[in-house]
C-alpha cells in the first residue's frame, strides 16, 4: 500500500502541481509549497514545470521566484532566504548518489546528503546545477551565478559573480 501511495504521490501529484499552466498553476504550487514546506515566505513564485520533492525539507523567504522547469530536490535540509530569482531549468539537489564502495553497483549505494544554503540576493541563471550531495555548500549574499554552471562547493565571496564547471569566481559586482 505504501508503494502505491508514494508512485501516485510522485508520478500524479508532482505533475499536477508543477505542470498545471497559468496563475492557476502558480497558485497551486504556492498552496503546495506553504502546507508542506518548512516555512515559505511572502511573494512566493514558481513557474510551470518546477518539481518539488521532499518539501518539508525546505525554507524559503520573502521575495523568492523559481523560473520554468526547475527542480528543488531537498532530500536534506535546503534554505533559500529572501529576495532570491532562480532561473529556468535549473537543478537544485541536496543529495547524491553514493559510489566510493566498488564492491557495490552504484544503484542499490545509499544516498549523500548535505544542506544547502542560497543567502539572500541570490541570482541563479539558466541551467545552472547545484548539488551538495557529498558536501554542504552555502552561497553567500549577492552572488550572481552565470548561465550552465555547475555549483559543487562553498561561494564565500559576497556580491561576486560565479560561472563555470565548476563554477569559480569571476569578479565582484560594483556600481559601475
Known amino acids: 500500500m505504501k508503494h502505491i501511495f508514494v508512485w501516485v504521490y510522485s508520478k500524479i501529484i508532482i ?37 518539488f520533492f521532499y518539501p518539508w525539507r525546505l525554507s524559503i523567504g520573502n521575495n523568492v521566484s523559481i523560473s520554468r522547469f526547475t527542480i528543488v530536490n531537498s532530500h536534506s535540509e535546503l534554505i533559500i532566504k529572501d529576495n532570491v530569482m532562480i532561473g529556468p531549468n535549473c537543478n537544485i539537489m541536496t543529495a547524491n548518489h553514493g559510489f566510493k564502495d566498488i564492491s557495490i553497483p552504484i544503484n542499490v549505494q545509499l544516498f549523500t546528503s548535505n544542506k544547502l544554503t542560497i543567502n539572500e540576493d541570490v541570482w541563479i541563471g539558466n541551467g545552472v546545477v547545484i548539488n551538495s550531495g557529498s558536501k554542504e555548500i552555502n552561497i553567500a549574499k549577492g552572488i550572481i551565478i552565470a548561465s550552465n554552471s555547475v555549483v559543487n562547493k562553498f561561494l564565500d565571496k559576497e556580491y561576486s559573480i560565479y560561472g563555470g564547471v565548476p563554477a569559480r569566481f569571476i569578479k565582484y559586482r560594483n556600481n559601475e
Do not use: M
Request: aromatic share 8%.
Open 15 to 51: 505533475d499536477i502541481i508543477a505542470y498545471t499552466p497559468t496563475i492557476v498553476g502558480d497558485l497551486l504550487r504556492k498552496i503546495y509549497i506553504k502546507i508542506l514546506s518548512k516555512s515559505c515566505g511572502d511573494n512566493f513564485v514558481a513557474h510551470t514545470g518546477v518539481q
